[in-house]
């Protein structure tokens, strides 16, 4: 069992930046691979972005180039630094940790861009 919490959500202006965190208990952490996923009302949720057990890599198009995902083991908590926001960024996101069939999500955190 692993239990995620996400944190850093809030109301940012466009172009403005947030940095998302989620930590994580319950489980030796290092062998997680790591998501970034996002909902808004009426939509399927999204893969923003996904960081493996060593370290590679994968961004959603909408988010390449502005969003950044890393990890830190030590620390048990994965990152989604995110830059140059758009209104279109506007969801509820939510950290998902996957090892082979199994898979945890978090609670969910707000982010709200304002134009």
């Known amino acids: 069992q692993v239990q995620l919490v996400e944190s850093g959500g809030g109301l940012v202006q466009a172009g403005g930046s947030l940095r998302l965190s989620c930590a994580a208990s319950?489980?030796?952490?290092?062998?997680?691979?790591m998501g970034w996923y996002r909902q808004t009302p009426g939509k399927q949720r999204e893969l923003v972005a996904r960081?493996?057990?060593?370290?590679?890599?994968n961004y959603a198009d909408s988010v390449k180039g502005r969003f950044t995902i890393s990890r830190d083991n030590a620390k048990n908590t994965v990152y989604l630094q995110m830059n140059s926001l758009k209104p279109e960024d506007t969801a509820v996101y939510y950290c998902?940790?996957?090892?082979?069939?199994?898979?945890?999500w978090g609670q969910g955190t707000q982010v709200t861009v304002s134009s």
């Open positions: 998902k940790s996957e090892r082979g069939w199994a898979y945890y």
């Open positions: 319950g489980s030796i952490f290092s062998a997680y691979a």
């Open positions: 960081i493996t057990t060593g370290g590679s890599t």
